[in-house]
């Protein structure tokens, strides 16, 4: 697995403090928790790759751990596609593959000892004047009227709520802690819920399920995690995840936050995705505009390129937002080095050389990667009739516009010197060919005996040998920067880019694009990265998804509207 050397941070600071005192006897062992209630996206990588690196790097061992605790959202589908992407990503959890609902009998257990400390009881009060009892950050909250049950009562209690006596919502189990405390998440916070959902692992053996904070860092004192690396929104609930092991006296990791990622012209909730998914938006959670790792593994990315992503982003306490461009830049820097260069005209205009043979087809030698003379060259046809990219020509054009027009020669790539000598039009005006003449003695792109230059060269593909085929080109999911910045009575949807995605039925490509594998990537020479779409391609009929352009082309939009 090949990744750019990892970047010191405060997390590997505070674990080279601990084994340098001899904390956990040296050891290190981290765990990556997802829930399974959606599909994995460009943030959770960073998790992953920071608690598997982390592992890995100082000898330790990480768990893949799913907390399983919300039977209404949580699917095998989005259990299977977690596994997925973290071995696509490189790492592996070996024999270490947890649940949650694995310890569901010790979780109650646990329970049952706070009852009998006195530190946990059942509440009846509703959901809505539970909200009412706890206060705000202004006003403490005040005592359930069942704060003061017994021990044995609470007991009774919450037997009776796990064989299903009880209606759904009308009893919690709540921790004992302090109604008063300046910190919401210690005002008793509930700790079990009655919920009669079938479970995908479980089925109908529980109808009472853990809250996740309590779950949480018993899961990782049960599997003898040292460092329980999570994202800043847990940082209020650090206190809760220390009050339960430390009443409990069971083994304590130490929770450390880190600020999670943030990605210019996307949104990373999950349950926004969902919403993206369910109202049809995008064609599903491997839509390759998605920032889920299906959908980018769909487009084309690579998991080296994410790795490196992660890697150069860093690992920081504050929150920010990363410009997409600096993602787009690391499958960009990947792929100029690894990516075969290939020719292929996705708005294709008809080009004839007037002054060629008819029936003449040579062959011309292409370089398959200028990064990589171990690469080689191809061999690609030029005939009479080619298409070049429509944008290509003006019959009018700008200044500083070098490229072909009606008098001007530009260099075919590969090929020879060619000039414009006269255009076709249609009825309404649009050209349809342009009549041009070659200069033999410019053979592969060569500069003539006479020693004329051109400022223009061109890429092409022969219009008699080139394979059609349906190229798809993504942009942003989002016009805005921050999707979710919006005005009053506007949600993120009201940001949804109606231009994130072009389909082009009619592009032409060298020939022997034709036989490329599903799953591969090429760079199309002055057009972007693109790869052969996994699903949709077919023998002889590939499909390409544009991975990403050759430049960030989004900045200059921007550049351009300021």
């Known amino acids: ?34 829930e399974p209630n959606g599909y994995l996206h460009i943030g959770h990588a960073k998790s992953i790759c920071l608690n598997f690196g982390i ?71 509703t959901a809505d004047e539970m909200r009412e009892y706890r206060g705000t950050l202004k006003r403490p909250g005040k005592a359930s009227p069942y704060r003061n049950r017994s021990v044995e009562e609470n007991l009774d209690l919450f037997a009776r709520m796990r064989a299903g ?58 599997e003898g995690i040292t460092h329980s690396i999570c994202t800043l929104e847990f940082a209020n609930n650090r206190p809760l995840y220390d009050w339960v092991l430390d009443e409990l006296g069971v083994h304590h990791p130490q929770q450390i936050e880190f600020a999670r990622l943030n990605l210019s012209h996307t949104v990373l909730s999950k349950r926004k995705l969902l919403e993206l998914v369910q109202k049809k938006l995008v064609s599903g959670w491997d839509d390759p505009r998605m920032p889920t790792l299906s959908g980018l593994r769909r487009r084309g990315y690579t998991a080296a ?35 075969p260069r290939r020719m292929a005209v996705l708005r294709p205009l008809k080009v004839i ?43 009018d054009p700008p200044k500083k516009f070098f490229r072909l027009a009606p008098g001007r020669e530009v260099r075919f790539r590969y090929a020879y010197f060619i000039k414009c000598e006269s255009v076709v039009k249609d009825d309404n005006g649009k050209v349809t060919e342009i009549h041009c003449t070659y200069d033999p003695e410019t053979r592969g792109g060569n500069n003539p005996p006479d020693g004329r230059k051109v400022k223009g060269t061109i890429h092409w593909v022969s219009a008699e040998r080139a394979v059609k085929t349906e190229v798809r ?77 050759l430049r960030d082309t989004w900045a200059n939009i921007e550049r351009a509207q300021k």
């Not at 994410?306 to 461009?325: L, M, P, Q, T, Y």
């Not at 298409?387 to 003006?394: A, N, T, V």
Request: glycine share 4%; with cysteine.
């Open 305 to 339: 390129s994410i790795r490196n992503f992660c890697n150069e982003i860093g690992v920081a306490k504050f929150n920010s937002i990363i410009d997409k461009v600096v993602l787009e830049n690391s499958v960009r820097r990947e792929l100029n080095k690894t990516a």
């Open 473 to 549: 080109l993504y942009d942003h999911l989002f016009t805005e920067r921050e999707p979710e910045k919006v005005e009053e009575g506007k949600d993120y949807l009201s940001n949804l880019n109606a231009d994130s995605l072009e389909t082009l039925a009619d592009c032409y490509a060298e020939p022997v694009l034709k036989e490329a594998e599903p799953g591969s990537r090429f760079q199309f020479e002055r057009l972007g990265y693109f790869f052969a779409d996994p699903i949709d391609s077919t023998p002889g009929k590939p499909v390409f998804n544009r991975i990403v352009t």
């Open 1 to 34: 697995m090949e990744t750019q050397a990892p970047l010191s941070n405060f997390i590997r600071d505070i674990i080279d403090e601990d084994r340098q005192a001899g904390k956990h006897n040296g050891r290190v062992h981290t765990r990556f928790p997802p």
């Open 353 to 395: 050389i007037t002054n060629y043979p008819e029936g003449k087809t040579e062959e011309m030698e292409a370089v398959n990667n200028p990064e990589d003379e171990a690469a080689g060259t191809r061999k690609v046809p030029f005939s009479r009739e080619l298409y070049i990219e429509r944008d290509d020509f003006r019959e």
């Open 165 to 222: 006596e009880f209606e759904d919502g009308s009893r919690v189990l709540r921790a004992l802690i302090d109604m008063a405390s300046p910190n919401i998440a210690m005002r008793d916070p509930t700790i079990y819920r009655i919920r009669r959902a079938a479970h995908h692992r479980t089925g109908d053996k529980w109808c009472i399920y853990p809250m996740y904070d309590f779950t949480h860092c018993l899961s990782d004192s049960i």
């Open 55 to 125: 592992a890995r790097d100082y000898g330790g061992l990480c768990n893949l751990r799913f907390d399983d605790t919300n039977p209404e959202k949580e699917e095998m589908e989005y259990v299977n596609s977690i596994s997925e992407d973290v071995k696509w990503l490189g790492f592996d959890w070996q024999d270490r593959e947890f649940y949650a609902s694995d310890y569901f009998e010790k979780l109650y257990e646990y329970a049952m000892a706070l009852i009998k400390k006195g530190k946990a009881y059942v509440c009846d009060l």
